[in-house]
């Protein structure tokens, strides 16, 4: 599991650990990993053009102290110094003593139009709002050269602990992050800032309090995933109910059942109007076209893609939802569902929502839900005290408890920004809810196998070429 803590947290356990070290360890284990990478970027060090952008805190130190051992190995290394008077005393002699130069931010842009590396210490954990308006023409510069950028620790200018980025702020190639990540390094805006993300250990972790962020890795999503045993028949595995889909919109229900039958469920049973759309495709899925409390045993119901906006479709909404079994809330549903009814159900409720549709429920801008995800999603879990997946370039999801670490899923791509994608993924979701897996587990293995499934399609893609990939992204993650 890869953690996100909070720069609070992150200060404690620095404290603790400082207070039984001599002076400066920490920041020079910062610094030798910080180099190494640096190395690794750089096509050999000697005589290579690295500009150091410093600031005023220990971010700019630990920039200063790798530009000193990059230059001690050959690099000619220039300094610009955004406040020269308060520059990082040892970081700065360290860099003299090298045979570093020092600039003044007049000449930053000159200088970096020509390096080959930048290295990005103007503000790390320390950094508030967007980047000082001395800083920007700097980061401007160094997104236009063809310097590779190498964030220390965050690409200055970004919230640290939100994701948020307020104004301009560096991009960067690599970030190296020193004893934990930060929430920044896994969510959309900032996590596209940061480029690769290079993990360097210092010693924090007995020291770190609870992270505010997980992001699940394979080994954690294999122990998750229910396995078939010996026993097993299709109740016991459990068996999903699909309310999707409708004579506008039969696709969705199509979508949504191959996403199902490839979760953890048993059957499928689909309820709605365009039954033979479904079983052309899927012959094994169990149809019928009553209300939903007329289709046989149910363990669990994923409702609303493709729904449209018709009475019957609002009813079976209404229905599902006053069930006991747990529910998952999608798309049209999202919309035909009564929030009240929402916030008083005792079994388990999953909404996931694109930003849009976040927007609506939360009654703000799309823009400010992108800009905010994890203010957003929070919220709308607390709102409604359900939990929430907030779908889009980062997936989030959150429990209705707000001690509990919001989950960030790592897998996404891109070509998921298809057509009926969303679709899939309300089906192989529902699917690992009926597959008994506790809603937040469900919800994360659901974004991690869809995300995986994706990348093990590779480029250009259809929905149904995600749900088609599943089996073979559920397969990998056991290795
Ligand atoms: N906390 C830790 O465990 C460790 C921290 N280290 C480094 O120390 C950093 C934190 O150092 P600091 O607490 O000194 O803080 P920073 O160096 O991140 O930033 C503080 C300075 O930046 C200026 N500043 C703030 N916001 C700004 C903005 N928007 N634009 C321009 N300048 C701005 C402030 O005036 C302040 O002087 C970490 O990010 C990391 O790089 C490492 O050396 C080792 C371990
Ligand atoms: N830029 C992106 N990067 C990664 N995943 C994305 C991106 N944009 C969308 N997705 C994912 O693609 C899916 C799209 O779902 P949704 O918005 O409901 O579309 P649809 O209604 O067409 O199915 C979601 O799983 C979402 O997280
Ligand atoms: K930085």
């Known amino acids: 599991m890869r953690l996100g803590h909070s720069v609070e947290v992150v200060r404690a356990a620095e404290g603790a650990l400082m207070a039984r070290l001599p002076e400066g360890t920490l920041m020079q284990r910062a610094v030798a990993g910080l180099a190494a990478v640096c190395t690794q970027v750089l096509d050999g060090v000697y005589g290579a053009r690295v500009v150091v952008l410093a600031g005023s805190g220990d971010n700019g130190g630990d920039a200063l102290f790798a530009g000193a051992r990059l230059a001690r190995r050959g690099a000619g290394v220039t300094a610009v110094l955004l406040t020269p008077d308060r520059a990082h005393a040892g970081g700065l002699a360290a860099l003299r003593a090298a045979g570093g130069r020092v600039v003044g931010v007049e000449d930053g842009p000159a200088v970096i139009a020509r390096a080959a590396l930048v290295l990005d210490g103007i503000t790390g954990i320390g950094g508030k709002g967007g980047l000082r308006a001395r800083a920007v023409p700097l980061a401007e510069a160094a997104h236009r050269s063809r310097a590779a950028v190498v964030a220390v620790d965050l690409p200055s200018g970004v919230d640290a602990d939100t994701g948020e980025v307020h104004g301009a702020a560096v991009r960067a190639d690599v970030t190296v992050t020193f004893g934990t990540h930060k929430p920044a390094h896994l969510i959309d805006p900032a996590a596209e800032f940061a480029g690769v993300t290079h993990f360097v250990d210092i010693g924090l972790g007995p020291e770190l309090a609870g992270p505010v962020l997980e992001a699940l890795q394979h080994a954690d999503v294999a122990a998750l995933l229910p396995r078939p045993a010996g026993e097993s028949d299709k109740y016991r595995r459990g068996v999903i ?55 046989g045993r149910v363990q669990a119901w994923a409702v609303g893609p493709g729904l449209g906006d018709g009475a019957d479709a609002r009813a079976a909404v209404a229905e599902v939802l006053a069930s006991d079994v747990p529910v998952l809330v999608d798309a049209d549903g999202l919309r035909l569902m009564d929030p009240e009814t929402v916030r008083g159900r005792t079994a388990p409720t999953l909404l996931t929502p694109h930003a849009g549709e976040a927007a609506a429920l939360l009654g703000w801008a799309r823009e400010d839900v992108e800009a905010r995800r994890l203010t957003a999603v929070r919220t709308l879990a607390e709102r409604l005290r359900v939990t929430v997946l907030l779908k889009g370039s980062t997936t989030l999801i959150a429990d209705p408890d707000p001690d509990v670490p919001v989950r960030a899923n790592p897998t996404g791509v891109s070509w998921l920004a298809t057509a009926g994608s969303g679709d899939v993924l309300s089906g192989i979701t529902g699917s690992l809810l009926a597959g008994s897996l506790p809603t937040r587990d469900a919800a994360s293995c659901g974004a991690y196998l869809h995300g995986l499934a994706a990348r093990v399609a590779r480029g250009p893609l259809s929905a149904l070429d995600v749900a088609d990939a599943v089996p073979e992204a559920w397969r990998s993650v056991y290795v």
Request: glycine share 18%.
């Open 241 to 295: 109910g699909v309310v999707a889909g409708s004579r506008r919109y039969p696709g969705a229900a199509v979508l949504a059942v191959s996403g199902a039958l490839r979760g953890a469920a048993g059957g499928v049973r689909y309820v709605g109007p365009v039954g033979d759309a479904v079983l052309a495709r899927h012959p094994e899925t169990m149809v019928s076209s009553g209300s939903p409390h007329q289709a």
